[in-house]
């Protein structure tokens, strides 16, 4: 089962809500680069819980602080599995990047177990599971099964499907840096917000997005989180100006960071913008795909 990234075309704060959580509008998109997950029955059940999850990723962890994990946990109890499930998690997307990785995870997890053990548990249903998982996972189950693009709004659990993204060639710079989401909505203040017209901008966006032109959807291009990130950690801002100087339509962050993207008019120019700014940017990753 396939784990899609994401990225943030366009990210905003509207507003923030009794309960604490922050009202959002955002438009996300899946993109190329995936984790791959194996899920199967196990032959055997000698660790005492019923999820054993394995991964190529060092750092990360396996027991039940794991969406992965958490994911498969809650579809036994929710629907009385009692089958032991092997899990084996390939990782090639970042963690705490802006990419969503985590989440895609989570969703391919709910996705591949409702395949293997037949459990026919519709689509929407996932998406609401997945909704008390994290904010991003039910467009992480939508991605990772059908539409590649939406519009989501809310705290991002509510999502209208937008139509396909002309095809585009992206360059990912993924510095070696983790931005805990948590961190950054703490210096988020909205008070500083009230002058930017964000409906205005989304109306742009979304006028750009609808005539499918790679250039307009890329001017557009939108992130409240940039200028707080970047504060924190200057080289997202290096990196976004150096891949705009390097011919970009254009360049910005994903999610709170701190992956940033760009896009490029074809592929040889986008491989080519990544083995130059690699030398340049010695602890980010960067790669070429594709929407």
Known sequence: MDAFAKINLFLAVIGKREDGYHELVSVMQKIGLRDRLTIAKAQHNTSGTLVTLKTDAPNLPTN????????????????????????????????????????????????????????????????????????????????????????????????????????????????????????????????????????????????????????????????????????IHPQISSLISDLQNHGAYNAAMTGTGSTVFAYFENENKAKMVCEILEKTHTNTKFCHTEI
Do not use: W
């Open 64 to 231: 039940d602080t794991n969406l992965v994990v958490k994911a498969a946990n809650l579809l036994i109890k929710e629907y009385g599995i009692a089958t032991p499930l092997a899990i084996n998690l390939t990782k090639r997307i970042p963690t705490g990047a802006g990419l969503g990785g985590g989440s895609s995870d989570c969703a391919a997890t709910l996705l591949g177990i409702n395949q293997l053990l037949g459990l026919q548990v519709p689509l929407d249903k996932l998406m609401e599971l997945g909704a008390t998982l994290g904010a991003d996972v039910p467009f992480c189950v939508m991605a990772n099964s059908c539409n590649t693009t939406a519009l989501a709004q809310g705290i991002g659990e509510k999502l209208t499907p937008l139509p396909p993204h002309p095809k585009c060639h992206v360059v990912l710079a993924c510095p070696k840096i983790h931005v805990s989401t948590g961190e950054i909505f703490k210096v988020l203040t909205l008070c500083g917000l009230t002058g930017i017209n964000i409906q205005a901008k989304l109306d742009n966006f979304m006028a750009a997005y609808n005539s499918k032109d790679i250039l307009q959807i890329s001017k557009n291009f939108y992130n409240t989180f940039t200028p707080i990130t970047s504060k």
